[in-house]
């Protein structure tokens, strides 16, 4: 896998990620949290920029 398909299939999990969040209607869920903690360090590390991607 090359780091720009890496790229792409962390960008789809926090998408994901953030539309489970936002149908749960903000719902207090620290695994979710978590989850899109982790995604967000590892997109960043990779020099993505994440804050257009949230809803």
Same mark, same amino acid.
């Given at each position: 896998? @090359?780091e720009? %398909? ?5 960008i789809?999990?926090? =998408? ?7 149908? &749960?209607?903000? @719902?207090?869920? %620290?695994?979710?949290e ?5 995604? =967000?360090?590892k ?5 993505? &920029?994440?804050?257009?991607?949230t809803?």
């Amino acid at each position: 896998m @090359t780091e720009k %398909e890496l790229i792409a299939v962390l960008i789809d999990k926090y =998408t994901d990620l953030q539309r489970i969040k936002k149908a &749960n209607k903000n @719902t207090p869920n %620290e695994e979710l949290e978590y989850q899109i903690k982790a995604t =967000t360090a590892k997109l960043s590390s990779m020099g993505v &920029n994440v804050e257009d991607l949230t809803l």
